[in-house]
């Protein structure tokens, strides 16, 4: 096991305009499990590569342990990879495929044998080893995949999607199970998902890429909570945060914030009005997350609006309220057990703590 | 058509009411499947067992024969030749195309120019094979100012020994004695000697006949010139004793012969040790001098007369197996005649496209991933052609393989097209051996009939396999 | 990277010149295998171009050094005959005869056994289609004797008798393109939705309609490739035209080259021009539509 490190890692494919990753820095600490998370092209899988070395470096530096693997081939790096579609060799048994990586670098034929049973045993694949790929479910694919890469007891592991092939039932399954191996083995592990709910229970930190650039890096509570730019709040947490342009407004020497309508304003704080006025900014954007929002008046800080209930989404225990106010729209969870019906008007409120400013311009989080 | 005809019956039978109902739903698909399918009973279905009732019966087509037709096909001489042909086109072809199609379609995918290679190694695929054939004749052929792979060996071999300045000719089995005529005769290891012995002070000449007019012109021989004696030197002359207006003068210069250039000479001790050496200028003439008292002889050089380059006569039938001490029958079920590795390479030149498109689409339709997996799991780049990629290709390999196997029963028109006349024979091959004694000739339909059915049943285990895999 | 220590720097420069020496070494390879290949084929160009009278007297190649001996002659040659039978130009429209007939024959029969075979709902397609996909492989030597016979008694019967006719060669090849061409249509035909036939249906077209106006502009590229495919096998056929139209004084291009090697054995000048005429065509096809041809080898592995 080793720490991975990327400085400035920078990519740019031939003929291409833009960069596909924009001098991204990153410290992955021996043994934590780090997830890349963004939305698809974003340039995370691309990271990814180059990690693995299957991607050529356009500028910047991959250490992994103390060496700079930049120049090394992917089997000079000591990494494994599992791939989004397992890479199974379909014509080896399960047997050939975990061990296909020791039999490559002629470790004894015992040693083989014994990793190959040691890994089996962990992922419950002990009865498959004859069978080829084919013959195998989808999670069972998936296990291989993993046995693959655990019998090499590489210096990181490198995940690519892992789960997306499996239905959503196994899928948790799956995911219980990697954070699991994670225990067992304490191994560095770098995986890349599209979807924040894996990042968020899994992961020790998040790494959160758009556009080829990183965004933010964090624990997912600290994502959660202090996401830094509007883009970061926006893709962490579901339902998605709501987002209303307001304007700032001064009052008695003080500011507050509204919308166009009026049918929202914020109360706001001293700390808030700091931050606002010493941004210097006329408007700013709100955000506060659909389970933030109160069924009841507002009581001192923090934000109130007024606004009607367009769709009623049920979903048990609670329900998703789309609401229009003014000319934004919102969605709030509310306690199923509240009598709604479409039309009503209603009136929210966020305490203080639930709300989240940021620039109008650069959508920096400014508070 | 089957089903046309068995549910025929149903449009009277108690049922008619079912029946018209069926007729009048799938009419309009029958009718549309109608042309094709009489078209295959007609010319494939039908002839085809025509075919194999004819291999039972006599050459009028009357008289039942039983087996006779096939005894007499692996009685004849021809035939086994033929079957000997297809089994080294079979063993040999299909391996090599296939290989070398892997080969070309793995190499093309690091290359820039890869939709100009692949273009280039595809377009022998729309030539008509008599086409190609002829060009591959061109260039096989034993004439190095005609055939690209005569000149290339000519090139090569006149790098280690270069013809001298007289070659003889070897086609007529000339020899270098053969060419003396005047105070000349063979000497040890194709040289020739003056026959009459000489002292310095003295002079020899020495005649020889058959010298090429074109070689004397290239060379720029003169008139000879009677040699003078020289004081404690020989001197001398060669010419070519020739004269077109006294042809029976052989023993004295005419003024329309010509010296003999170039000639590289020694002059021999009694004792037989080579004492000097000198070259003839334009006129033939020579000399020798400060030879120290003695009896000597002339030598003039067996290097003068180094054969000419003889080429590989890549389209005849010399075989590339030793069966020279065989008898016949053997010999021709033993040779493998050089011109069917010749039609071979041509071959290959022709088919290895679609080997390289049907692999390259293979090989593009691999999942990437499996190929990096092996990658990261340290195979090298030779470890993952033969471990991952290749065990991979295994299903389009062996189509390659199957297609060309059926392809390579049926070889016909290179056979045709390439070897000359001299070499169908000993090329020939089943389909071949078909059209000459079917359509050619005094026609054995009978004998053509049984080798075509056998050519037949030979297909059947690809179509078998073909059925299967569809099937499957 | 502007501050690279000289360490990895010098780690860099090797492995760039590991990459590029392989990268070379394969170019090299391949640039070897790609003028072997080509070599046939200017061998062929250049005799066309060179007097016949230096044929023999040095090689071919000599052009490159000495370009002046390039010349139309051998075409004005084989052209100045014009469309007089046993001519090159004769050749050219008798192979055009029989290769275009044949093409649009196999494609149209095709396309409608294959829908049959794929829409129709009687039982036993399926089977048939099998026993179709078995005579891809029957090798046409084997029909070739009783279709003789079979021509012959169509003359006796009917006075029409095929045999030494365009026409015979035409049947005999649509015969033997039509197992393919029902494999490959079919194949085709069978990723097109039942849906869309029966939209069609309940607008209350019939099967022709359907057929024509659904289902063939649909097929488009796979008619595209069955045709270029069929063009270029008759048009390359040799053995056919030779049994069947041996005798006839029109002949397809292969038999015009391979009457000028037999009865002039060393005339490869002309036998050489007269094979740029013939591969003309196909090539033209061939570059036109490469991505079909290729479709339809992929598809025709099999024969």
């Given at each position: 096991?080793?720490s991975v490190t990327?400085?400035?890692?920078t990519?740019?494919?031939?003929?291409n305009?833009?960069l596909s990753?924009?001098?991204?820095?990153?410290?992955?600490?021996?043994?934590?499990?780090?997830?890349?998370?963004?939305?698809s092209g974003?340039g995370k899988t691309?990271?990814?590569?180059?990690?693995a070395?299957?991607?050529?470096?356009?500028?910047?530096?991959?250490e992994?342990?103390?060496r700079?693997?930049?120049?090394?081939?992917?089997r000079?790096?000591?990494?494994?990879l599992?791939?989004?579609s397992?890479?199974?060799?379909?014509?080896?048994?399960?047997f050939?495929?975990?061990?296909f990586?020791?039999?490559?670098?002629?470790?004894?034929?015992?040693?083989?044998k014994?990793a190959v049973?040691d890994?089996?045993?962990?992922?419950d694949?002990e009865?498959?080893?004859?069978?080829?790929?084919a013959q195998?479910s989808?999670?069972?694919r998936?296990?291989?995949a993993?046995?693959?890469?655990?019998v090499?007891?590489?210096?990181a592991?490198l995940?690519?999607?892992?789960l997306s092939?499996?239905d959503a039932?196994?899928r948790?399954?799956?995911?219980?199970e990697?954070?699991?191996?994670?225990?067992?083995?304490?191994?560095t592990?770098i995986y890349?998902?599209?979807?924040q709910?894996?990042?968020?229970?899994?992961a020790?930190?998040?790494a959160?890429?758009?556009l080829g650039?990183?965004e933010?890096v964090?624990?997912p509570?600290e994502?959660?909570?202090?996401?830094?730019?509007?883009?970061v709040?926006?893709?962490?947490g579901?339902?998605s945060?709501?987002?209303?342009?307001?304007h700032?407004?001064?009052?008695?020497?003080?500011?507050?914030?509204?919308s166009?309508?009026?049918?929202m304003?914020?109360?706001?704080?001293d700390?808030?009005?700091?931050?606002?006025h010493?941004?210097?900014?006329?408007?700013?954007?709100l955000?506060?997350?659909p389970?933030?929002?109160d069924?009841r008046?507002?009581?001192g800080r923090?934000l109130?609006?007024s606004?009607s209930v367009?769709?009623?989404?049920?979903?048990?225990?609670?329900?998703?309220?789309?609401?229009?106010s003014g000319?934004?729209?919102?969605?709030?969870?509310?306690?199923a057990?509240?009598p709604?019906?479409?039309g009503?008007?209603?009136?929210?409120?966020?305490?203080s703590e639930a709300?989240h400013?940021?620039?109008?311009?650069?959508?920096?989080?400014?508070? | 058509?089957?089903?046309?005809?068995?549910?025929?019956?149903?449009?009277?039978?108690?049922k008619?009411?079912?029946?018209?109902?069926?007729w009048?739903?799938?009419?309009?698909?029958?009718?549309f499947?109608?042309p094709g399918i009489?078209?295959?009973?007609?010319?494939v279905?039908?002839?085809?067992?025509a075919?194999?009732?004819?291999?039972?019966?006599?050459?009028?087509?009357?008289?039942?024969v039983?087996l006779h037709?096939y005894a007499s096909?692996?009685s004849?001489?021809?035939?086994?030749?033929?079957?000997k042909?297809?089994i080294?086109?079979v063993?040999v072809?299909?391996?090599?195309?296939?290989?070398?199609?892997l080969?070309v379609?793995?190499l093309?995918?690091?290359?820039?120019w890869a939709t100009?290679?692949?273009?280039?190694?595809?377009?022998?695929?729309v030539?008509?094979?008599?086409?190609?054939?002829?060009?591959?004749?061109?260039?096989f052929?034993?004439?190095?100012?005609i055939?690209v792979?005569?000149?290339?060996?000519?090139t090569v071999?006149?790098w280690?020994s270069?013809?001298?300045?007289?070659p003889l000719?070897?086609?007529?089995?000339?020899t270098v004695?053969?060419l003396?005529?005047?105070?000349?005769?063979?000497?040890?290891?194709?040289?020739?000697v003056?026959?009459?012995?000489?002292?310095?002070g003295?002079t020899?000449?020495?005649?020889l006949t058959?010298?090429?007019?074109?070689?004397?012109q290239?060379?720029g021989?003169?008139?000879?010139?009677?040699?003078?004696?020289?004081?404690a030197?020989?001197?001398?002359?060669?010419w070519n004793?020739?004269?077109?207006s006294?042809?029976?003068n052989?023993?004295?210069?005419v003024?329309?012969?010509?010296?003999l250039p170039?000639?590289r000479l020694?002059l021999?001790s009694?004792?037989?040790?080579?004492?000097?050496?000198?070259?003839?200028?334009?006129s033939?003439?020579f000399?020798?001098?400060?030879v120290a008292?003695?009896?000597?002889?002339?030598?003039i050089?067996?290097?003068?007369?180094?054969?000419?380059f003889?080429?590989?006569?890549w389209l005849?039938s010399?075989?590339?197996?030793?069966v020279s001490?065989?008898?016949?029958?053997?010999?021709s079920?033993?040779s493998?005649?050089?011109?069917?590795?010749?039609?071979?390479?041509?071959?290959i030149?022709i088919?290895a496209?679609?080997a390289?498109?049907?692999?390259?689409?293979?090989?593009a339709?691999?999942?990437?991933e499996v190929?990096?997996?092996?990658?990261i799991?340290?195979?090298n780049?030779?470890?993952t052609?033969?471990r991952v990629?290749i065990?991979?290709?295994a299903?389009?390999?062996t189509?390659?393989?199957?297609?060309?196997?059926?392809?390579v029963?049926?070889?016909f028109d290179?056979?045709?097209?390439?070897a000359?006349?001299?070499s169908?024979?000993?090329?020939t091959t089943?389909?071949l051996?078909?059209?000459n004694?079917?359509?050619?000739?005094?026609?054995h339909s009978?004998?053509?009939s049984?080798?075509?059915?056998?050519?037949?049943?030979?297909?059947?285990p690809?179509?078998?396999?073909?059925?299967?895999?569809?099937?499957? | 990277?502007?501050?690279?220590?000289?360490?990895?720097?010098?780690?860099t420069?090797?492995l760039?010149?590991r990459?590029?020496?392989?990268?070379a070494?394969?170019?090299v390879?391949?640039?070897?295998?790609?003028v072997?290949w080509l070599v046939?084929?200017?061998?062929?160009?250049v005799?066309?171009?060179?007097?016949?009278?230096l044929?023999g007297e040095?090689?071919?190649?000599?052009?490159?050094?000495a370009?002046?001996?390039?010349?139309?002659?051998?075409?004005?040659?084989?052209f100045?005959?014009g469309?007089a039978?046993g001519?090159?130009?004769?050749s050219?429209?008798t192979?055009?005869?029989?290769?275009?007939?044949?093409t649009?024959?196999?494609?149209?029969?095709?396309?409608?056994?294959a829908?049959?075979?794929?829409?129709g709902s009687?039982?036993g397609?399926d089977w048939?289609f099998?026993?179709?996909?078995?005579?891809?492989?029957?090798?046409?030597?084997?029909?070739l004797?009783?279709v003789?016979q079979l021509?012959r008694?169509?003359g006796?019967?009917?006075?029409?008798?095929?045999?030494g006719?365009?026409?015979g060669?035409?049947?005999?090849?649509?015969?033997f393109?039509?197992?393919?061409?029902?494999?490959?249509?079919?194949?085709?035909?069978?990723?097109?939705?039942?849906?869309?036939?029966?939209?069609?249906?309940i607008?209350g077209?019939?099967?022709w309609k359907?057929?024509?106006?659904?289902?063939?502009?649909?097929?488009l590229?796979a008619?595209?490739?069955?045709?270029?495919?069929?063009?270029?096998w008759v048009?390359n056929?040799?053995?056919?035209?030779?049994v069947f139209?041996?005798?006839n004084?029109?002949?397809?291009?292969?038999?015009?080259?391979y009457?000028q090697?037999r009865s002039l054995?060393?005339?490869?000048w002309?036998?050489s021009?007269?094979?740029?005429?013939?591969i003309f065509v196909?090539l033209?096809?061939?570059?036109?539509f490469?991505?079909?041809?290729?479709r339809?080898?992929?598809?025709g592995a099999?024969?």
């Amino acid at each position: 096991m080793s720490s991975v490190t990327l400085r400035e890692l920078t990519k740019q494919y031939a003929g291409n305009a833009g960069l596909s990753l924009d001098s991204v820095s990153l410290d992955v600490a021996h043994g934590e499990f780090i997830c890349l998370v963004g939305p698809s092209g974003c340039g995370k899988t691309t990271a990814l590569r180059m990690i693995a070395g299957l991607e050529s470096v356009t500028s910047g530096e991959i250490e992994i342990g103390d060496r700079v693997v930049n120049d090394l081939a992917p089997r000079d790096r000591d990494i494994a990879l599992v791939f989004q579609s397992y890479a199974l060799y379909p014509h080896m048994t399960v047997f050939g495929n975990m061990s296909f990586g020791l039999k490559i670098r002629k470790v004894p034929k015992d040693e083989i044998k014994a990793a190959v049973t040691d890994a089996a045993r962990i992922l419950d694949l002990e009865q498959y080893l004859d069978r080829k790929p084919a013959q195998l479910s989808g999670g069972q694919r998936q296990r291989v995949a993993l046995g693959r890469a655990i019998v090499r007891n590489p210096a990181a592991f490198l995940m690519d999607e892992p789960l997306s092939n499996l239905d959503a039932k196994l899928r948790v399954q799956t995911r219980a199970e990697i954070a699991r191996l994670h225990h067992r083995l304490g191994a560095t592990m770098i995986y890349v998902t599209h979807d924040q709910v894996e990042a968020m229970t899994m992961a020790d930190r998040i790494a959160v890429i758009n556009l080829g650039k990183l965004e933010q890096v964090g624990s997912p509570r600290e994502l959660y909570l202090r996401p830094a730019n509007q883009f970061v709040a926006g893709f962490i947490g579901s339902p998605s945060m709501n987002f209303v342009p307001m304007h700032v407004e001064s009052i008695d020497g003080g500011i507050r914030v509204v919308s166009a309508g009026g049918d929202m304003d914020v109360n706001l704080d001293d700390v808030e009005s700091a931050m606002i006025h010493r941004a210097g900014v006329s408007d700013v954007v709100l955000g506060v997350r659909p389970e933030h929002l109160d069924h009841r008046p507002r009581s001192g800080r923090g934000l109130q609006l007024s606004a009607s209930v367009d769709v009623i989404e049920f979903l048990g225990n609670d329900e998703h309220v789309h609401l229009s106010s003014g000319s934004h729209e919102l969605v709030a969870i509310v306690d199923a057990r509240t009598p709604l019906t479409i039309g009503d008007t209603l009136t929210l409120s966020a305490s203080s703590e639930a709300i989240h400013l940021f620039h109008p311009e650069t959508g920096v989080a400014l508070k | 058509m089957t089903s046309i005809t068995t549910e025929e019956p149903n449009v009277t039978s108690p049922k008619a009411s079912r029946g018209r109902g069926w007729w009048r739903r799938n009419w309009v698909s029958l009718a549309f499947l109608a042309p094709g399918i009489i078209w295959l009973l007609a010319i494939v279905v039908y002839p085809t067992i025509a075919t194999i009732r004819f291999s039972f019966f006599d050459e009028s087509a009357t008289k039942f024969v039983g087996l006779h037709n096939y005894a007499s096909v692996f009685s004849t001489d021809e035939i086994l030749t033929a079957f000997k042909n297809n089994i080294i086109w079979v063993l040999v072809f299909p391996f090599f195309v296939t290989f070398i199609g892997l080969m070309v379609a793995v190499l093309t995918e690091r290359i820039r120019w890869a939709t100009a290679f692949k273009a280039i190694i595809v377009m022998p695929i729309v030539f008509s094979t008599t086409a190609s054939a002829l060009v591959w004749r061109t260039i096989f052929d034993l004439d190095p100012h005609i055939g690209v792979v005569n000149a290339i060996e000519q090139t090569v071999s006149d790098w280690f020994s270069a013809p001298g300045a007289y070659p003889l000719n070897s086609s007529t089995g000339e020899t270098v004695a053969s060419l003396a005529t005047f105070n000349a005769k063979g000497g040890p290891g194709g040289t020739l000697v003056s026959s009459s012995a000489v002292q310095p002070g003295g002079t020899v000449m020495m005649g020889l006949t058959r010298i090429s007019s074109v070689t004397l012109q290239t060379l720029g021989a003169k008139t000879p010139v009677a040699p003078h004696e020289m004081a404690a030197g020989i001197a001398g002359l060669v010419w070519n004793d020739f004269s077109t207006s006294q042809p029976s003068n052989t023993t004295s210069i005419v003024s329309d012969e010509h010296g003999l250039p170039n000639l590289r000479l020694s002059l021999v001790s009694s004792k037989g040790s080579s004492v000097a050496s000198t070259v003839t200028d334009a006129s033939g003439d020579f000399s020798f001098s400060h030879v120290a008292p003695g009896s000597y002889h002339v030598q003039i050089l067996a290097s003068n007369f180094q054969i000419a380059f003889v080429g590989t006569f890549w389209l005849g039938s010399p075989s590339l197996t030793p069966v020279s001490s065989l008898n016949q029958t053997a010999q021709s079920l033993l040779s493998v005649p050089l011109i069917d590795l010749a039609m071979i390479i041509s071959y290959i030149w022709i088919w290895a496209g679609f080997a390289m498109v049907l692999i390259g689409a293979g090989l593009a339709a691999l999942n990437r991933e499996v190929l990096e997996a092996a990658e990261i799991d340290g195979a090298n780049e030779w470890q993952t052609l033969r471990r991952v990629t290749i065990p991979m290709l295994a299903p389009v390999l062996t189509v390659v393989f199957v297609t060309m196997v059926i392809n390579v029963l049926k070889v016909f028109d290179i056979i045709l097209n390439m070897a000359p006349g001299s070499s169908q024979g000993p090329a020939t091959t089943l389909a071949l051996t078909i059209y000459n004694d079917g359509f050619t000739g005094g026609i054995h339909s009978g004998l053509a009939s049984a080798v075509a059915v056998i050519l037949f049943l030979l297909v059947v285990p690809a179509m078998l396999w073909n059925l299967k895999k569809i099937k499957g | 990277m502007s501050q690279v220590p000289s360490v990895r720097e010098r780690r860099t420069v090797g492995l760039l010149k590991r990459l590029r020496l392989s990268r070379a070494v394969v170019n090299v390879i391949l640039g070897l295998v790609a003028v072997f290949w080509l070599v046939p084929t200017i061998s062929l160009l250049v005799i066309s171009l060179r007097p016949e009278s230096l044929f023999g007297e040095s090689g071919w190649w000599t052009v490159f050094t000495a370009p002046s001996q390039l010349t139309w002659g051998n075409y004005t040659t084989i052209f100045s005959q014009g469309f007089a039978a046993g001519g090159v130009l004769d050749s050219l429209t008798t192979s055009l005869e029989i290769t275009i007939p044949v093409t649009i024959l196999v494609a149209l029969i095709s396309s409608l056994a294959a829908y049959s075979l794929v829409f129709g709902s009687w039982r036993g397609r399926d089977w048939i289609f099998l026993v179709i996909v078995g005579l891809m492989v029957v090798p046409l030597q084997v029909a070739l004797i009783p279709v003789v016979q079979l021509y012959r008694e169509m003359g006796n019967l009917f006075g029409l008798n095929p045999y030494g006719t365009i026409p015979g060669v035409i049947i005999f090849h649509v015969a033997f393109g039509l197992p393919f061409g029902i494999f490959l249509m079919r194949n085709f035909l069978t990723g097109i939705p039942k849906d869309l036939l029966e939209a069609g249906r309940i607008e209350g077209a019939g099967e022709w309609k359907i057929f024509y106006s659904i289902v063939l502009p649909l097929a488009l590229p796979a008619i595209a490739s069955l045709a270029i495919f069929q063009f270029i096998w008759v048009w390359n056929d040799l053995l056919v035209a030779l049994v069947f139209l041996g005798g006839n004084v029109h002949t397809p291009l292969t038999i015009f080259l391979y009457d000028q090697t037999r009865s002039l054995a060393a005339n490869y000048w002309i036998v050489s021009t007269g094979a740029v005429v013939s591969i003309f065509v196909p090539l033209i096809v061939f570059f036109s539509f490469q991505r079909y041809f290729v479709r339809g080898v992929l598809a025709g592995a099999v024969k």
